[in-house]
Structure formats: structure tokens, C-alpha cells
């Protein structure tokens, strides 16, 4: 089987400082990251939050009115697309229509002038990889979604990029597919050391996928970071609101491991901030069980979800939970009293 | 069935005028063509060498007017589908301008530029380029010229409507695999505008067989077209039957070009 040819260039991404308007609209507000040498970044943010902005400055689609692009150190950030080496896929896929799907795989390639005899074996080979072998005189046309991705991918790293984006490449798949496509990157990537840049508003998405996930709103970054720490230590509302079900509350430490919510409610939980600070608070609701915080409450609203039930929950004390439990014996009615408890460690402070 | 033809209704006016002022013509007109029963006046005019001359002449014409109008209306095209709003509309005033102004006025036009005394040849005399006038008018390159004015613009707007066709994320992406503005034209525009290409280079020839005005007025009696020598036949010779057997010929030939045309369309399509 084909693996990377030796003596090629994965390389280190670099942007800093990077500002982009429309018009009234600044699509990127001083967006800095780092990724580093066969890392696999996604960028995960809602509509409009200036991902695409992001990616095409990238490539060199667009000229950023400040800030630069640093591939191996070296500023890229006047470079014409064409000479920057950098597969990308595009949301609709971009086939060429009137290509065959090896005319399309060999495009990169002939434009570098690869002689013939290279170009047919590296097609081959890339094909043989995205598991399109036997596909090669189809139209794009005559593919499925999925294979139309799969080209779309091995027309991206055949020439051996030395960055690879994706822009949500999955939004037109079904769900089966997706998951299978999502491996298959993964998969790919780790094996030919590709630095991707992977977009997607979709969080599962991101957390299947990624090394390291950069949490994008309003043309700002909000939070790089792994995934379990972006799941688990939100920086702030809005990285653990996008990211996951969650409570979030405010409040003020008014001692040592206490928070004092703003309807007076006090929470133990771990914690580093001093006196008098104001925090934000989460508690995701997977994590109710056993613990030191009680409340007690009423049960609003109840769906069986297979695993779990997820209830609303309107406690004694003004505040409403969302809390997961396994799904065990009856689904509470709602108006049935419940307590439910969290342990001081499975709050998050920031 | 019935509601097959239901749709068909609301057309009967328009085919009833395609049948009077359409239909009924040419099939009176063919019917002259075989006046007394005998196929002579076909012979005669695709036997005698005068008269192939003329086919000849015809679509050399024809060939030259498309070529032309291509080489002209694919950077135009192009241009008006590539540039920003405002210029495009701009341009569109300029391309379709001649369309909007009777063809005999545009033809007596050029007259007065393309003459011996006209704008062009005074103009040249005048700035020393020459030292005799060049002959412009009352012969080939006049009517090229005339028709290539007349017929742009169906050239131009196919090939304008294909390039918008072409979707930007295929310009993109072929930018991003490494390919220089040459090779986007030659490998991503150029293949995906052939559609339009060949739309516009069919009307333009078609229209070129049939053409009567411009020949007929700059070609001066010296370059003869099908439809000039057919008004010949009829308000000079008065040969009716004759008249009606080349006009046979020329209809058979447009369709003749036209089906092919379509054929191939058919099978790029597929
Ligand atoms: N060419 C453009 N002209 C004007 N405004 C633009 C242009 N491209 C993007 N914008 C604006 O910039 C902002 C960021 O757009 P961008 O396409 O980067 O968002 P996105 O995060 O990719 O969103 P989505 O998930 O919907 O694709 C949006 O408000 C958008 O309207
Ligand atoms: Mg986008």
C-alpha cells in the first residue's frame, strides 16, 4: 500500500494577528494559532463566526487587511494561492465536471509537471488510498456523495501539500457516511502526517476528530485546546455553552471553595479564584449523582433518550438544571420532587 | 393522453400562425420548386458551376463571419461575464446596441465608413498610412465586415451566459492545485464554455446562409450570397421555379447544419 514518499514537508502553521472586514463586517478580529508539524486542528464555531474567513486567508483566496501566515517560518502571506502548496477541500466538493475522476486526481499534479509515468502511479496509489480504485474514468457526476468527497480528498493530497484544509467537507452527507468519512480523515491524516485544518459547526464533529479543537465566535478565537479540555474547562460562557449540554450560572466567591450564585445560592466547588472575584459557573448535566451540592426540586419537563433520561428541573432555590441520569426504572413524571447532587470537582469555575 | 395535449391549448394561436405565415409558404414555395412535375430547376442549380460557385461562396462567407465573430466575442464574452456590474452593464449597451438599430441603417453606415472617399480610407490617406485608397466596400472584406457587426452579438451572449455558468469555487480550486491564469482558461473555462462556443457558432452560421441585406448592399452585385442571387431570380429573371429551388437547397442546408449541430450537442451531453 501507498504510504507518504519520503523526504516531504508536513509543515507548522502560523497565523497571527489576523484581521479581515466586509464592509461593516470584521470577519476575523486578531485571530493568532499555532498548529503544529501532523497536527489535525478543527475549527469549530457557529455560522458566520468567520471559519471560511479563516481558511481562505489560508489558502491566499483572500488578502488579510493585517496580521500574516507563516508556513515554516517563512511569510506566505502575499504568496498567489497557486504557489502555496496547500490541498484544500472545498465545501461542495469543487470537481472538476468535465474531468474524470482521474483527470481530476492528476490536475495538482500536472500543474506541477510531473512526467506521465509518475502522474499515473501516484493517482493509483492515492486513489487505492480513498478506496476508489476502479473509479477512475467516472464523471464526478456519476458518483455518489460520498465518492465525489473521497475524490475531492485524494485531489487534495496527491501532490503531498504541505497543509491540508477541509471546510465542513461532511454538511451534505447523511449521518452513516459522515462518521465513516470522519474516520477515514482521521485515518488518513494521522498516517501521511498531514497538518490539517479541519472546519465543522457540528461539536461531535470536533471531538471525534481532532487533536486540538480552536472554539471560533464573532472572527475571535475563543479557546484552543484539547478536546477534553475544551469539554471540561470551557474558558468562558460561550466555549461551554456551544460546546456540549450545560448549566452555566454567575457568581462571586465569597470564601475559599465557595461560589455564591447571584440568586444566593452557595456552591462548593474547586476553585482558584480569590474572594470577591466574580465566576462563571458550569455543570454539565452527565455529571449529577452522588455529592456534596444538593438541590432539591421538581421535576418540569422528562425525555427518554435511550441511554439516559434528561429532565428540567426546577429547584427549590430559583435555579433551573438540566441533568442527565441513566435510564433506569420509570421516566419521572413531571411535578415528581427529586434530588440531585454534584461533587465539588465535577463543577468548573473560570 | 387527454391531459397530454391539455397543455398544448393555450398554443394553438401561436401555432396557427407558425401554420399560415410559416408552414403554408414554404411548402407553396416547394411546390414551384417542381412546377410541371420535373426535378430541372434542382439540377440546374446544383449542376452548373455558377451556381455552386455561389453555395460555395456562401458558406466560405459564412465560415469566415462565425470565425471571426469567435475570435471577437469570446474575449468580450468573457470580459462582460468576468468584470463588475457597472462596467458589464456598460458593455451590454455596446454589444446590444446594434441590435436595436434596423440592420439597413447599420449597412448604409459602413458604406459611408468602408468607401473609397469614406471616414476609414481619408482618414488613413490623411494620416499618410496610405498613398492610394484601399478598397473596402464592394467586395469580400466589406461583407465580412458588415456581417461580423450584424452578428456579434449573437456570438457574444451565449458565450457570456457560459461563462457565468462556470461556478467561482472551480476557479478556486484550480488556483489552489497550482494552476497559472493560462492554464484556469485553457483547463477550466475553456472546456466548461464550449456549450456557449458552439451555441453562438451555430446561430451566427445559420444566420450567415440566410443573410440578404448586408451582401446584397456592401457586396456591391461583385460577392454573391445564396439569398442575393435568389432575389435575383425573382425581381430580375423572374424565374419563380428557379428562385424557389435554391431557396429549397438553402433550407435544407441551415437544417442540414442545425441537425447536426444538435446531434452533437446531444452526444457531448450525454
Ligand atoms: N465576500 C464577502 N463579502 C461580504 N461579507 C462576507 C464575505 N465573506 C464572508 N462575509 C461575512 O463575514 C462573516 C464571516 O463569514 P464566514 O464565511 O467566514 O463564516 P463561516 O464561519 O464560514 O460561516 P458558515 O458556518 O455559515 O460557513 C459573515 O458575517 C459573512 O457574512
Ligand atoms: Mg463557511
Redesign the pocket.
Known amino acids: 500500500m501507498a504510504t507518504r514518499p519520503t523526504g516531504l514537508k508536513a509543515a507548522d502553521l502560523k497565523v497571527s494577528g489576523l484581521q479581515k472586514r466586509?464592509?461593516d463586517?470584521v470577519?476575523l478580529d486578531g485571530v493568532s494559532l499555532d498548529i503544529a508539524s501532523g497536527e489535525l486542528l478543527t475549527i469549530l464555531?457557529p455560522?458566520?463566526?468567520?471559519?471560511?474567513?479563516l481558511l481562505k486567508v489560508v489558502a491566499g483566496f483572500e488578502k488579510p487587511d493585517a496580521g500574516d501566515v507563516r508556513i515554516d517560518g517563512a511569510d506566505i502571506t502575499a504568496l498567489p494561492p497557486a504557489r502555496r502548496d496547500i490541498g484544500m477541500v472545498f465545501q461542495h466538493y469543487a470537481l472538476f465536471p468535465h474531468l474524470t475522476v482521474r483527470a481530476n486526481v492528476a490536475f495538482p499534479l500536472e500543474m506541477r509537471n510531473v512526467p506521465r509515468a509518475e502522474i499515473d502511479k501516484r493517482v493509483s496509489e492515492t486513489l487505492q488510498l480513498v478506496e476508489l480504485g476502479g473509479y477512475e474514468q467516472r464523471l464526478p457526476k456519476q458518483l455518489s456523495g460520498g465518492q465525489q468527497q473521497r475524490v475531492a480528498l485524494a485531489r487534495a493530497i496527491v501532490f503531498n501539500p504541505r497543509l491540508l484544509l477541509l471546510d465542513?467537507p461532511f454538511g451534505a452527507l447523511d449521518r452513516k457516511l459522515r462518521e465513516t468519512m470522519q474516520l477515514e480523515v482521521r485515518r488518513l491524516q494521522r498516517r501521511l502526517g498531514l497538518t490539517t485544518i479541519f472546519i465543522t459547526?457540528d461539536q461531535e464533529e470536533a471531538l471525534v476528530l481532532s487533536d486540538r479543537i480552536a472554539v471560533m465566535n464573532k472572527g475571535r478565537i475563543q479557546q484552543v485546546a484539547t478536546t477534553t479540555e475544551i469539554y471540561e474547562r470551557p474558558a468562558n460562557d460561550f466555549v461551554a455553552d456551544f460546546v456540549g449540554e450545560s448549566n452555566i450560572f454567575h457568581g462571586t466567591v465569597t470564601e475559599p471553595g465557595v461560589v455564591s450564585l447571584e440568586g444566593g445560592r452557595r456552591l462548593f466547588a474547586n476553585h482558584s479564584g480569590k474572594v470577591g472575584q466574580r465566576m462563571g459557573v458550569l455543570m454539565r448535566p452527565e455529571r449529577f449523582g452522588r455529592g456534596t451540592n444538593v438541590f432539591a426540586g421538581e421535576v418540569k419537563e422528562a425525555v427518554y433518550l435511550g441511554v439516559s433520561f434528561k429532565l428540567r428541573i426546577a429547584c427549590d432555590d430559583g435555579l433551573e438544571l438540566i441533568v442527565r441520569q441513566p435510564a433506569r426504572g420509570p421516566l419521572p413524571a413531571p411535578g415528581t420532587r427529586v434530588n440531585v447532587a454534584i461533587e465539588p470537582e465535577d463543577i468548573h469555575v473560570f | 393522453m387527454s391531459s397530454r395535449w391539455l397543455g398544448a391549448w393555450p398554443a394553438i394561436p401561436a401555432l396557427l400562425l407558425l401554420f399560415v405565415f410559416f408552414l403554408y409558404p414554404v411548402v407553396r414555395m416547394l411546390g414551384f420548386s417542381i412546377e410541371g412535375g420535373t426535378l430541372d430547376w434542382y439540377t440546374k442549380a446544383l449542376g452548373e458551376s455558377l451556381y455552386l460557385q455561389v453555395f460555395w461562396n456562401t458558406f466560405e462567407i459564412a465560415f469566415w463571419v462565425t470565425l471571426i465573430c469567435l475570435l471577437l466575442g469570446y474575449p468580450l464574452g468573457f470580459l462582460l461575464a468576468t468584470t463588475t456590474p457597472g462596467w458589464a452593464t456598460v458593455g451590454f449597451i455596446f454589444v446590444l446596441l446594434p441590435l436595436w438599430t434596423s440592420v439597413l441603417v447599420r449597412t448604409y453606415a459602413w458604406m459611408v465608413l468602408l468607401g473609397r472617399n469614406g471616414v476609414f480610407n481619408r482618414m488613413m490617406l490623411e494620416a499618410g498610412l496610405i498613398s492610394d485608397p484601399v478598397p473596402m466596400l464592394n467586395n469580400f472584406s466589406g461583407v465580412l465586415i458588415g456581417m461580423v457587426h450584424v452578428l456579434l452579438p449573437y456570438m457574444v451572449l451565449p458565450i457570456y451566459g457560459a461563462v457565468r455558468r462556470v461556478d467561482p469555487a472551480l476557479v478556486s480550486a484550480a488556483e489552489g492545485l497550482g494552476a497559472s491564469n493560462s492554464r484556469i482558461f485553457r483547463r477550466v473555462y475553456l472546456p466548461l464554455t464550449l456549450p456557449g462556443i458552439f451555441a453562438g457558432s451555430v446561430i451566427v452560421f445559420v444566420l450567415s446562409l440566410g443573410f440578404f441585406i448586408t451582401p446584397a448592399l456592401l457586396g456591391g452585385g461583385r460577392v454573391v450570397m445564396l439569398a442575393v442571387m435568389i432575389e435575383q431570380q425573382i425581381h430580375q429573371t423572374l424565374n419563380w421555379p428557379f428562385a424557389a429551388a435554391l431557396s429549397a437547397v438553402l433550407l435544407v442546408f441551415t437544417l442540414a447544419v442545425y441537425a447536426a449541430a444538435q446531434r452533437f450537442t446531444r452526444s457531448a451531453d450525454a
Open positions: 466586509y464592509g463586517v470577519a464555531g455560522s458566520g463566526s468567520g471559519k471560511t474567513t465542513e459547526h
